[in-house]
């Protein structure tokens, strides 16, 4: 009976953490056409079947207004760049000031992950937000995805990263 009831606790306890799994909020702007409701386009913004166009003479910004309903951890783009791009993910604080946390965009169709929890300061629930990009990029952006990972995914994480050695490299001393 003992046993029982230690091998139904422990199965629950297994449980829980399966119910608060990854959640992802995917814009593919390949098929849905432009970003969401109250964006705020660059004017050299054009949609295209392999997704959305932007060429700046000038540094610029997208934004739009929120609608992400999940504390985000991670952005991945999608994009196709002509050049290696500087990039930048735009929020607005709590006391309602501009912040900026830069990345580069690498030259032909790549993926780019970001992890926006490296940024002092970051705010998944601003009321709005934004991409800037420098001037002179020309970048076709097919996927915005937005990710949060949960509790235990972290904890998984930081439980490999730590038993994961460096390599040996000629920088490695």
Do not use: C
């Not at 608060?20 to 109250?38: I, K």
């Not at 000038?58 to 500087?86: H, K, P």
């Not at 993926?111 to 601003?126: E, F, I, P, R, Y």
């Not at 020309?138 to 972290?154: A, G, N, Q, Y």
């Amino acid at each position: 009976m003992r046993h029982r009831l230690l091998f139904t606790i422990a199965l629950w306890l297994l449980s829980v953490p399966a119910a608060h799994a990854m959640e992802q909020t995917t814009w593919d702007l390949q098929t849905s056409g432009p970003f969401p409701a109250g964006a705020f386009q660059i004017q050299t913004s054009e949609q295209t079947p392999l997704g959305l166009h932007i060429t700046t003479t000038q540094d610029g910004a997208l934004s739009w207004v929120s609608n992400l309903q999940q504390d985000v951890n991670m952005l991945t783009i999608e994009a196709t760049a002509r050049t290696y791009t500087r990039a930048g993910v735009i929020w607005m604080t709590p006391d309602g000031r501009q912040a900026q946390f830069d990345f580069l965009l690498p030259a032909g169709d790549h993926t780019t992950q970001v992890a926006l929890k490296t940024s002092d300061g970051w705010n998944s629930h601003s009321p709005q937000l934004g991409l800037g990009l420098q001037a002179g990029s020309d970048v076709i952006i097919k996927r915005i995805t937005w990710t949060h990972f949960s509790t235990w995914e972290k904890i998984g994480e930081a439980w490999r990263s730590f038993w994961t050695f460096d390599t040996q490299k000629i920088y490695s001393i």
